[in-house]
């Protein structure tokens, strides 16, 4: 009962920030093999949690979690400096999912960013791949956005499963298909389509600098720096502010692309759990499933049908234009409705055609119509079966 008493919440901030901010306190302290002074631990710890404080409340509510976690027996101090009991150990243990590294750098660059991701359990492998560049943001894009790769994570298969991603997206989250692997687009075309998640979309040129652009912003960090975004996924995760006495503090909006912070592992209960990926919210709402895609889109087709009975079909770039025009709600990118084109054709939603004869006539609609899928190239939609 009064280690429940003395493990209380603070009115300083709210449950869920203190169950964060006391675990890495106690993990702080945990390891090495003297723990770490007072004054060590604000300097390390400080980057991470203490960002939103002033110099002075970040010594106080510091000094507050340490005496929490005396009180309760889980750091006693020893010859100036602070070191985890037994149980302290224990608990620290429990936090990180596994046993407490000897320095403070594996512990900050891999656990406490397994923890952010919810990988702590992890087998070792995984984990240790955190600390390269390529592997940490594998791991955020994966847990981002939900993603299956199959294999090693190269960035063709992730830039793939990022376009599935995007795709899904653009029929307003409502398509349960597998479709990573499985769309036939060109490697630009699917590149420009997973481009679609970034808050500023367009062609990042490489399947590596589109990988390290939407790792950067899905952990809020303005640098690609594998350095930098590490810090600030763990500034996402664990980074508390004071709140005024008595309040409530109610979660921050977030940019539509970001992680969602959800359950984190609680110091008092002395077993973590896993954090749930959040999965990117649909770009506008009101978009169709792929079903009434393809309905809205043959309508249109009908609307801007040439040719004769047997063979009526529509340049893709006029339909384009009346769907852009008639749908501005759904605010559909030109490269994600050639893409939803493509995948209601391969679902056999609707059938696309090429243009076999060409000339300086009907040069620009052919240019602006085409749409590459596999090893073809379409620029009509079929009206008549």
């Given at each position: 009962?009064?280690?429940?008493?003395?493990?209380?919440?603070?009115?300083?901030?709210?449950?869920?920030?203190?169950?964060?901010?006391?675990?890495?306190?106690?993990?702080?302290?945990?390891?090495?093999?003297?723990g770490a002074t007072k004054a060590e631990a604000a300097m390390d710890l400080a980057p991470i949690a203490g960002t939103r404080f002033a110099p002075g409340q970040w010594r106080k509510q510091l000094e507050r979690e340490i005496s929490a976690l005396a009180a309760a027996g889980l750091v006693a101090?020893?010859?100036?400096?602070?070191?985890?009991?037994?149980?302290?150990?224990?608990?620290?243990?429990?936090f990180l999912g596994g046993d407490v590294p000897r320095r403070w750098s594996e512990v900050r660059d891999l656990r406490l960013v397994a923890i952010a991701l919810g990988l702590q359990r992890e087998p070792g492998k995984r984990l240790q791949s955190l600390a390269?560049?390529?592997?940490?943001?594998?791991?955020?894009?994966?847990?981002?956005?939900?993603?299956?790769?199959?294999?090693?994570?190269?960035?063709?298969?992730?830039?793939?499963?990022?376009?599935?991603?995007?795709?899904?997206?653009?029929?307003?989250?409502?398509?349960?298909?597998?479709?990573?692997?499985?769309?036939?687009?060109?490697?630009?075309?699917?590149?420009?389509?997973?481009?679609?998640?970034?808050?500023?979309?367009?062609?990042?040129?490489?399947?590596?600098?589109?990988?390290?652009?939407?790792?950067?912003?899905?952990?809020?960090?303005?640098?690609?720096?594998?350095?930098?975004?590490?810090?600030?996924?763990?500034?996402?995760?664990?980074?508390?502010?004071?709140?005024?006495?008595?309040?409530?503090?109610?979660?921050?909006?977030?940019?539509?692309?970001?992680?969602?912070?959800?359950?984190?592992?609680?110091?008092?209960?002395?077993?973590?759990?896993?954090?749930?990926?959040?999965?990117?919210?649909?770009?506008?709402?009101?978009?169709?499933?792929?079903?009434?895609?393809?309905?809205?889109?043959?309508?249109?087709?009908?609307?801007?049908?040439?040719?004769?009975?047997?063979?009526?079909?529509?340049?893709?770039?006029?339909?384009?234009?009346?769907?852009?025009?008639?749908?501005?709600?759904?605010?559909?990118?030109?490269?994600?409705?050639?893409?939803?084109?493509?995948?209601?054709?391969?679902?056999?939603?609707?059938?696309?055609?090429?243009?076999?004869?060409?000339?300086?006539?009907?040069?620009?609609?052919?240019?602006?119509?085409?749409?590459?899928?596999?090893?073809?190239?379409?620029?009509?939609?079929?009206?008549?079966?």
């Amino acid at each position: 009962m009064q280690n429940a008493a003395i493990l209380e919440k603070s009115n300083s901030m709210d449950a869920e920030s203190v169950d964060r901010l006391r675990g890495l306190v106690l993990t702080r302290f945990a390891c090495g093999p003297r723990g770490a002074t007072k004054a060590e631990a604000a300097m390390d710890l400080a980057p991470i949690a203490g960002t939103r404080f002033a110099p002075g409340q970040w010594r106080k509510q510091l000094e507050r979690e340490i005496s929490a976690l005396a009180a309760a027996g889980l750091v006693a101090a020893k010859q100036g400096r602070m070191e985890a009991t037994t149980a302290g150990l224990h608990r620290a243990s429990a936090f990180l999912g596994g046993d407490v590294p000897r320095r403070w750098s594996e512990v900050r660059d891999l656990r406490l960013v397994a923890i952010a991701l919810g990988l702590q359990r992890e087998p070792g492998k995984r984990l240790q791949s955190l600390a390269t560049p390529d592997g940490l943001r594998v791991a955020i894009l994966e847990t981002s956005f939900k993603l299956k790769v199959k294999g090693v994570a190269t960035p063709a298969r992730l830039r793939e499963a990022l376009a599935a991603a995007a795709l899904k997206r653009a029929f307003g989250n409502k398509s349960t298909a597998e479709l990573a692997g499985k769309l036939g687009l060109s490697a630009k075309a699917s590149r420009l389509l997973a481009a679609q998640l970034s808050r500023k979309p367009r062609d990042f040129g490489t399947d590596s600098r589109l990988i390290a652009i939407l790792a950067a912003e899905s952990t809020g960090s303005s640098s690609t720096d594998p350095e930098a975004v590490r810090l600030a996924l763990l500034r996402q995760f664990f980074a508390v502010a004071p709140a005024k006495p008595g309040s409530v503090k109610r979660p921050a909006k977030r940019p539509p692309v970001e992680p969602v912070p959800l359950p984190v592992p609680r110091v008092e209960e002395a077993l973590p759990v896993l954090i749930a990926p959040a999965s990117p919210p649909p770009a506008a709402v009101g978009r169709p499933d792929l079903s009434g895609f393809a309905v809205e889109v043959r309508r249109q087709a009908a609307s801007a049908a040439q040719g004769w009975s047997g063979d009526r079909k529509a340049y893709i770039s006029h339909v384009w234009r009346n769907i852009r025009e008639t749908h501005q709600g759904w605010n559909l990118s030109e490269i994600e409705f050639k893409c939803m084109l493509a995948e209601a054709h391969r679902s056999g939603q609707l059938a696309l055609a090429n243009a076999d004869l060409k000339d300086k006539n009907n040069l620009k609609d052919v240019q602006d119509s085409a749409v590459v899928y596999r090893n073809a190239v379409f620029h009509f939609i079929r009206v008549d079966p």
